[in-house]
Nanobody
Framework: QVQLVESGGGSVQAGGSLRLSCAAS????????MAWLRQGAGKEREVVAI????GSVELEKDRFTISKDNAKNTLYLQMNSLKPEDTGIYYC?????????????????WGQGTQVTVSP
């Protein structure tokens, strides 16, 4: 199975920006969709951005931009004007079975996550 590895997380002050990357060990072009999710402390994992197989963006939370580079097998998440409530572990994930990316339970390929901490 393809492995997904996130990077680019870290600590930043409110108002700052981060760009997360998710590098795949194999071809991502065939995934029905890919998504970024985050999980704050004590919270459920939530979808913050979705991109479809054709590159169209299905969902983006305010201040977030999702993109992908099929040639590099990499998914990105640009996060601007970060707020303390954006703090959490950010995961990239993919739908390989056609279940959709709208909920975590529909995703079947996962990265290990990268921590994002936004201080006031």
């Amino acid at each position: 199975q393809v492995q997904l590895v996130e990077s680019g997380g870290g600590s930043v002050q409110a108002g700052g920006s981060l760009r997360l990357s998710c590098a795949a060990s194999g071809n991502i072009a065939g995934y029905y969709c890919m998504a970024w999710l985050r999980q704050g402390a004590g919270k459920e994992r939530e979808v913050v951005a979705i991109i479809n197989v054709d590159g169209s963006v299905e969902l983006e939370k305010d201040r977030f931009t999702i993109s992908k580079d099929n040639a590099k097998n990499t998914l990105y998440l640009q996060m601007n004007s970060l707020k303390p409530e954006d703090t959490g572990i950010y995961y990239c994930a993919a739908d390989d079975l056609g279940n959709g990316c709208g909920e975590a339970r529909g995703l079947d390929v996962w990265g290990q996550g990268t921590q994002v901490t936004v201080s006031p």
